[in-house]
Antibody
């Protein structure tokens, strides 16, 4: 059973860069079967897709609403993947989840494994 | 980009059947997946694809996608089913997953 665990600072100052790491156990970030993803949830609100990484080709696909602020990368030697979100504001305060994402050519897509989530507050 | 629309809140009497719906153009090309989220917890996948359930999900949960609409049906709702439910599907144009706004299910 794959498990994912987020880690990183719980408090980030406005205009700085939020950095989180997701450690994967029971599976490989190098796998070509899945896409490694970040999702967030502001307090009391719904889920928002941030982006995903396909590790074999280092291909990213990020939410256009976050524009160029998002970078998702992987360290296959540590079986980890990371999120960097630059120029943060209070609107980026949220629970951040790392997750495993799958989709295929016959119309299936799913987020089948989630980390427990980590709360990040943007405040001076 | 695509959007998925859900009713904000639905209620059901204990033991009765409830259907939670989701609408959006992306559903014409991709099946919906449904997630259950209880307070303070990460979402959990409950149905995906053509009415598939991950291991450990009770068979009272079923999913259906047709045209631009999808539904999650809980047959014989239990008190532990009280939660927020989110639908998702893939946006085939922008190549990412899109979320519905969530439905808060109350079991009376």
């Amino acid at each position: 059973q794959v498990q994912l665990q987020e880690s990183g600072p719980g408090l980030v100052k406005p205009s700085e860069t939020l950095s989180l790491t997701c450690t994967v156990s029971g599976g490989s970030v190098s796998s070509g079967d899945y896409y490694w993803s970040w999702i967030r949830q502001p307090p009391g609100k719904g889920l928002e897709w941030i982006g995903y990484l396909y590790s074999p080709t280092s291909t990213n696909n990020n939410n256009p609403s976050l524009k160029s602020r998002v970078t998702i990368s992987a360290d296959t030697s540590k079986n980890q993947f990371s999120l960097r979100l630059s120029s943060v504001t209070a609107a980026d305060t949220a629970v951040y989840y790392c997750a495993r994402y799958y989709y295929d050519s016959i119309g299936y897509s799913m987020i089948d494994q989630w980390g427990q989530g980590t709360m990040v507050t943007v405040s001076s | 980009s695509s959007e998925l629309t859900q009713d904000p809140a639905v209620s059901v009497a204990l033991g009765q059947t409830v259907r939670i719906t989701c609408q959006g153009d992306s559903l014409r090309a991709f099946y919906a997946s449904w997630y259950q989220q209880k307070p303070g917890q990460a979402p959990v996948l409950v149905t995906y694809g053509k009415n598939n359930r991950p291991s450990g999900i009770p068979d009272r949960f079923s999913g259906f996608t047709s045209g631009s609409a999808a539904s999650l049906t809980i047959t014989g709702a239990q008190a532990e089913d009280e939660a927020d439910y989110y639908c998702t599907s893939r946006d085939g144009i922008e190549n990412h997953e899109v979320f519905g706004g969530g439905t808060k299910l109350t079991v009376l």
